[in-house]
């Protein structure tokens, strides 16, 4: 396992001066990656930058959108056998259809997906470029790597242990949460993320 600190940018230009000045700081490309993450919701659209099979929140509203269809169908059969005299057996058919279909969309809607407490930039990760080092070969200090991705503009910096194969970071998780050292707090624009050890 190697020590690896990472950067992650909000523009495309701001990973490309991290990677100039790490160059210019002596560190060698084979200790050198960058990729970019996908938006949360955005389902392996990449090779990099995994994502969850639903969006946090939301885990309920399977449940709550098959109920709302069970009670729904269950009314509309009853709405439908009231307008038989006028329908005939068509009416209690598509009184269930209608019924099950807008029972599933409110029953969906009140599964708390809306209300439950949607989780920050430290447990799901912001869409970004990604500029990570091997410290173990960078041959700079993990302090020097830091200050570069902060004058940089990293809006957060994290430190991981992970697998370092032919210049990549092979086993980077994009769903795991980061361990932030450092950055500016990309919801609160200037404001720094406090570092951890």
């Given at each position: 396992?190697?020590?690896?600190?990472?950067?992650?940018?909000?523009?495309?230009?701001?990973?490309?001066?991290?990677?100039?000045?790490?160059?210019?700081?002596g560190v060698n490309s084979e200790y050198l990656c960058e990729f970019r993450i996908n938006p949360p919701g955005m389902h392996d659209t990449t090779a990099v930058g995994g994502d969850r099979d639903e969006s946090p929140g939301a885990h309920e509203a399977d449940d709550g959108a098959t109920k709302g269809a069970a009670v729904g169908a269950v009314a509309g059969t009853v709405a439908g056998a009231a307008?038989?005299?006028?329908?005939?057996?068509?009416?209690?058919?598509?009184?269930?259809?209608?019924?099950?279909?807008?029972?599933?969309?409110?029953?969906?809607?009140?599964?708390?997906?809306?209300?439950?407490?949607?989780?920050?930039?430290?447990?799901?990760?912001?869409?970004?470029?990604?500029?990570?080092?091997?410290?173990?070969?960078?041959?700079?200090?993990?302090?020097?790597?830091?200050?570069?991705?902060?004058?940089?503009?990293?809006?957060?910096?994290?430190?991981?242990?992970?697998?370092?194969?032919?210049?990549?970071?092979?086993?980077?998780?994009?769903?795991?949460?980061?361990?932030?050292?450092?950055?500016?707090?990309?919801?609160?624009?200037?404001?720094?993320?406090?570092?951890?050890?």
């Amino acid at each position: 396992m190697s020590t690896i600190i990472a950067g992650g940018f909000e523009t495309y230009v701001e990973s490309q001066e991290a990677l100039r000045r790490l160059a210019e700081a002596g560190v060698n490309s084979e200790y050198l990656c960058e990729f970019r993450i996908n938006p949360p919701g955005m389902h392996d659209t990449t090779a990099v930058g995994g994502d969850r099979d639903e969006s946090p929140g939301a885990h309920e509203a399977d449940d709550g959108a098959t109920k709302g269809a069970a009670v729904g169908a269950v009314a509309g059969t009853v709405a439908g056998a009231a307008l038989t005299p006028l329908m005939g057996p068509a009416g209690i058919v598509a009184g269930a259809g209608v019924g099950a279909y807008t029972g599933s969309l409110v029953g969906g809607m009140k599964a708390g997906v809306d209300t439950e407490a949607q989780p920050d930039h430290t447990v799901v990760r912001p869409a970004e470029a990604m500029v990570a080092v091997n410290v173990s070969g960078a041959g700079i200090a993990e302090d020097e790597i830091i200050r570069i991705f902060e004058q940089s503009g990293a809006w957060q910096i994290e430190r991981a242990d992970g697998l370092w194969e032919d210049g990549e970071w092979k086993d980077f998780d994009a769903v795991s949460p980061p361990h932030l050292i450092g950055g500016r707090d990309p919801q609160a624009g200037a404001g720094r993320v406090s570092r951890q050890s």
